[in-house]
């Protein structure tokens, strides 16, 4: 059965970056307060930028990378929940500008576990045999809906987008992925239309804790892989104490955690496409490296997934 591989990478955020310093002057908080609490120094912020326009931006950049022309392509999936547009989609609109003509396209919005919501879809068409060349993105602009005199939120989110190549690879690889949801517990993380972001801190702190250690314990037992064997961890970048406390309880060093909340926040959809990036463009990646994305969100929704690179 064929799995699908990451061919290339790419990520775009805005210019405008908003420091901690700069959130001083809005609401009762300060640099320290934040970087002790999130780890999180300064976000890029969308401005007039759509969504969709920061997609495009990231997406030509994977094609680039993976050194893939638009048209080779078969699926576009976006993991967004801030489009500013209710259709057509986020996906459809990245087509139109990257002249994907063949590409089918869906958006899938699971907040922040948006990309690898779409990451599995992708996986999944490619063994079908339904798809071979498949572009994933996560984009999402979390400033326009957070409330800026509430600095319980609005020092958390940035914007910005990153996207995946994944191509059907010819040699068999491992590669698994899980998600799972609880409705019940939805209402820790909501966004209703026309309000702003409202979020339980406490409760969704104590949820990343306990479930994105035991998902990701779920797919190394299907890839028949140990915590140990794994070169990268590559976590939402929700909170620099939620990263270190997963790799508290899967015993795990740090240093296999890469992390780049401090320059750009909670970017939603986008975060986890976008530290890919910049392991692979770093010169990190390396082929046959052992990877677990995981991350966790609105919903609630949660869920990891193996890959060699």
């Known amino acids: 059965m064929k799995n699908g591989r990451i061919a290339g990478t790419g990520s775009y955020v805005p210019e405008t970056i908003w420091k901690n310093e700069d959130l001083e002057k809005m609401v009762d ?9 999130t780890g999180i120094g ?4 969308a401005g007039e930028e759509t969504v969709a326009q920061m997609a495009v931006k990231a997406a030509r950049r994977a094609l680039e990378n993976a050194g893939i022309c638009s048209t080779e392509l078969d699926l576009i999936l976006v993991g967004t929940s801030s489009s500013e547009s209710i259709f ?21 919005s699971a907040a922040c576990t948006g990309f690898l919501a779409v990451y599995e879809l992708g ?3 490619i063994r079908s045999g339904k798809a071979k060349n498949v572009l994933l993105i996560g984009a999402d602009a ?11 939120t609005c020092i958390l989110f940035g914007d910005g987008a990153g996207a995946v190549v994944l191509t059907a690879e010819e040699q068999e690889t ?23 972001l409202q979020m339980d801190g406490r409760a969704v702190f104590q949820f990343a804790l306990s479930r994105v250690p035991e998902v990701i314990r779920e797919v190394l037992a299907e890839a028949d892989m140990a915590v140990e064997e794994i070169d990268a961890f590559i976590l939402h970048q929700a909170n620099s104490r939620i990263i270190d406390g ?37 010169g990190r990646a ?6 677990v994305l995981s991350g966790f969100g609105a919903g609630l929704i949660w869920g990891a997934a193996y890959l060699e690179w």
């Open 42 to 45: 300064a976000r890029h912020i």
């Open 29 to 37: 908080t300060s640099d320290i307060w934040i970087r002790e609490r």
């Open 246 to 282: 997963v790799a508290k309880r899967l015993k795990a060093p740090k240093e296999k955690f890469p992390r780049n909340i401090e320059a750009y926040g909670n970017t939603c959809a986008a975060s986890i496409p976008i530290l890919l990036d910049e392991w692979n463009r770093s």
């Open 174 to 196: 491992k590669a698994c992925e899980k998600i799972h949801s609880d409705g019940e517990k939805g209402v820790s993380l909501t966004c209703e239309k026309g309000t702003y």
């Open 88 to 108: 057509p989609n986020t996906a459809c609109l990245v087509q139109d500008e990257i002249g994907a003509f063949r590409a089918a396209c869906l958006d899938v």
């Open 142 to 152: 979390l400033s326009r809906l957070v409330d800026w005199s509430d600095r319980g």
């Open 286 to 291: 390396k082929k046959g490296q052992r990877i």
């Open 123 to 125: 996986q999944l068409y």
